[in-house]
C-alpha cells in the first residue's frame, strides 16, 4: 500500500479529481487482453507533460513503482502492475492530436490519441497513416510506439518503427528529454528514439509523438487466393513477393482456421476446396498500377497451385473477402476452452517449414494448432488449443508446446514476437531468443534510463 502522505502530495500535482485509489477504479485498471490480473495501489490520470515530470521525479525520490498505459489491450501484460504501485493512464487527458503538418508530412500527437481517430484525421486531408493494428478502433498510439505495434497494412507499408520520427519523453527521473527531429536525416548522436520505441514502457514515460506520413493511395482493391493446402499457399507468399508483387496485405488462413469458420459462420460462402488461403488488398495511383498488381498475384498464386483467385469488385464484396479473415481469432474457439495464442515470426522464405513444423509439435502433445495471420511479412498466429483448461496435465502441456514452438522459431531464425511484444507473458522465454551478453546489455540499458527500477520494472525478464 502507497501511504497517504504520497496521495496528498499527487493530488496537489494533479487534482483531487485525477486520483483514484477506490476499489472500482484499481479492478478497472488491473488486467488487460491476458486477463491476468494485478490491483495498482491507485491511478493517475496526468493532465500534461509537466505532470508527468513531477509524479515520476517523486516516485523515483521515494522508490515507488510506476507503470504507464494506454488502453490496456495489449496481449502480453505489458502495463500490468504485477508489483504493486502507481498505474500512470495517458489516455484521459493525454489524448490529443497537436498538429498535421502539411509541408513536412508528420503529425504530432500526444499517447492518448486512439490509433484510428489519428487515421481518420490524416486521411481528411488526403494524408495517410499506415499502422494498422487490430486493436486499431481503441489502442493507444502511444501504447503502439511502446509495443511497436504492426498490422496488416504492414506487408509494403512497415509498422509503427517505420514512421516514428521523434519523441518527447520524461525519464524516471523526472528530466524531459527529445528524441529525434522533424528531419529526414538526423545522425546526430544515438538513436534515442529507436531504443524508447518497443521498450514497454519500462525505460520512460512517452508524452509527445510526431509521425510520418505519406500521401493517401487513391485506388484499393482486395483479391483472395484460393488453395489447396496451406503449404502451397505459403510457397506463394514470398514468390510472389519476388516476382514483383506489393500487396498492402497478404494475410493466411490454414485449414483448421477455414473449418472452424464454416462451422461459427455457416453464413459465410468460403470455397469447398480451401486448405489455405490468402486474402489481401493492393493499392496504388491509378487503376491500371491495381490491375498489374493483381495480375502478377493472379500468375505467380497459378505456379503453386491456386485453384481460384477471386477479385472484389467494389467495398461489399471487399468486406466478404475480409470478413474470414477479421473473425479467425474468434471462430477456433471451436477446438477448445483455452487457447494459448502467440505471434512468432519468421522470415518469408521459412513460412512453409514453420508451419510444417508448427503442426508437429501440436500433433506431439495432442493439440489442435490452426494458425493464421500476416503471411506478407512472415508473423504467424499460432494458437495452440487446449480442450479443457481445467485439466492440468492439458494445461501444462499446453505451455511445454509453446515453449518447444518458441526453440522452434528461433533456430529458424526468427523471434519470439512479431507485434504483441514479451511483457510478463514472454518473459520466460527471453533466453531462448537471446544469448547472456545480450540480456546484460538489455539490463545495462534499463539500469542506465532507470537505476532504482521504478519504472514498470521486471517486464521483458529486466
Known sequence: MIDSKHLDYFKEVVGEENIRADKAHLIAYCYDATKERFEPDAVIFPRDEQDVSKILKYCNEHKIVIVPRGAGSGFTGGALPSNGGIILSLERHMNKLLEIDMENMVGVVQPGLINMEFQKAVEEVGLFYPPDPASEQYSTLGGNVSENAGGMRAAKYGITKDYVVALRAVLPSGEIITAGKKTIKDVAGYNTAGILIASEGTLAV?????????????????YMGVFPDVNKAMNAVFKSLANGANPVAMEFLDA??????????PQVALPENAGGILVGDVDGS??????SQLETLK????????????????????????????????????????????DISVPRAKLPEALDGIYKIGEKYGFNVPCFGHAGDGNIHVNVMVKD??????????????????????????????????GLSKAPFMSIAFNEAELNLFRSIKKAFDPNNILNPFKMGL
Open 389 to 422: 483448461k481445467t485439466n492440468e496435465k492439458e494445461m501444462k502441456d499446453g505451455h511445454k508446446a509453446i515453449e518447444e514452438i518458441f526453440q522452434f522459431v528461433v533456430d529458424l531464425e526468427g523471434t519470439l514476437s512479431g507485434e504483441h511484444g514479451i
Open 256 to 265: 483448421l482456421v477455414i473449418k472452424a469458420l464454416k462451422k461459427k459462420f
Open 299 to 342: 500468375e505467380s498464386f497459378a505456379n503453386f497451385g491456386s485453384t481460384d483467385f477471386i477479385i472484389a469488385k467494389d467495398e461489399e464484396e471487399s468486406a466478404k473477402l475480409w470478413f474470414a479473415r477479421r473473425n479467425a481469432s474468434p471462430a477456433t474457439a471451436i477446438y477448445g476452452t483455452k487457447k494459448l495464442n502467440e
Open 286 to 291: 491509378s487503376q491500371a498500377e491495381i490491375d
Open 206 to 222: 512517452i508524452t509527445e509523438i510526431t509521425l510520418k506520413l505519406i500521401p493517401k493511395p487513391k485506388y484499393k482493391q482486395t
